[in-house]
C-alpha cells in the first residue's frame, strides 16, 4: 500500500503544451525529492525541498519547477513541454531513519 | 565525490540459481548503504539497508553486508524465484546537508530469472 502518490501514471502530450505532475503524501515527511530515470535506467534527482517553502535543484540540471506550499505536496511542472522531457519521473520523501518512500512514477511522453 | 558502482547487466539466471550482484562505493564519511528494487512499472521499493559497517541488511531472502574495508555491499541470494525478476539499485545516503537526505544510486542491474 503507497503512502506516497503520483498522478497521472501515464501522460502522453504535445509539444509546447504546460504540465504538472502530482505528488504527494501522507508520512508527514519534511524531505521531498523528485528524480528523473532515463531508459538505460540511470536515476538522476532533479529537485528536493527541505521542507514548506524551500526548494532546492538537483544534480541534474531540468527546464521543470517545483514548489512545496504545503508539507504533503510537492508538484512539478513543466511550462512547455519538449519530446526531449520524455522520461519517467519519480517522487520520494524519507524521514531521518534514512528511509526513502517512492510513488509509482509518471512516465511522460511528448510528441 | 560520493558514487556507486554496480555490476552491469543485464544479468539472467536459472530459478533457483544462486544470486550476486556487486556493488561497490566511494564516499566520505560514514554513509548508510541501501538495496532498492524497481519492478516492472513501478516505482523504487526499499529491499534492505544497512547503517553501519559489518552491519548485515536482509529481506525476502536476500541479504547484503556492509563491508567497510573492501567499500562494498554485494546483494545476494541463495534461491531465486521468477518473481524476483526485476531492475536493482544499490544506493548510498550522504550525511544530511542542511537537513535534506540525498541518495546516490548505481546505474541499476536488470535481473531476469527463467522458469
Known amino acids: 500500500e503507497a503512502d506516497i502518490y503520483q498522478t497521472p501514471r501515464y501522460l502522453v502530450i504535445g509539444t509546447g503544451k504546460k504540465i504538472t505532475l502530482e505528488c504527494s503524501q501522507t508520512m508527514g515527511h519534511d524531505k521531498m525529492y523528485w528524480y528523473q530515470q532515463d531508459p538505460g535506467m540511470e536515476l538522476h534527482l532533479i529537485h528536493y525541498s527541505y521542507g514548506v517553502n524551500s526548494t532546492e535543484k538537483g544534480d541534474l540540471s531540468s527546464e521543470s519547477t517545483v514548489s512545496r506550499i504545503r508539507t504533503e505536496h510537492f508538484p512539478l511542472t513543466l511550462e512547455s513541454a519538449r519530446p526531449s522531457h520524455t522520461s519517467q519521473y519519480l517522487c520520494a520523501s524519507s524521514d531521518f531513519a534514512y528511509g526513502y518512500t517512492f510513488g509509482s512514477g509518471t512516465r511522460l511522453t511528448v510528441v | 565525490g560520493n558514487s556507486v558502482t554496480q555490476m552491469e547487466g543485464p544479468v539472467t539466471l536459472s530459478e533457483e540459481a544462486f544470486l550476486t550482484i556487486n556493488c561497490t562505493y566511494t564516499a566520505t564519511g560514514y554513509p548508510s548503504l541501501f538495496w532498492y528494487v524497481q519492478y516492472p512499472g513501478e516505482g523504487l521499493q526499499l529491499l534492505l539497508k544497512?547503517?553501519?559497517?559489518?552491519d548485515k541488511g536482509s529481506n525476502k531472502g536476500f541479504e547484503a553486508t556492509y563491508r567497510k574495508e573492501t567499500t562494498s555491499f554485494h546483494l545476494e541470494k541463495g534461491s531465486v524465484q521468477v518473481s524476483d525478476s526485476a531492475v536493482y539499485f544499490c544506493a548510498l545516503s550522504t550525511l544530511r546537508i542542511q537537513g535534506a537526505q540525498k541518495l546516490v544510486f548505481g546505474q541499476g542491474t536488470r535481473l531476469t530469472i527463467n522458469p
Open positions: 544497512a547503517t553501519k559497517a559489518d
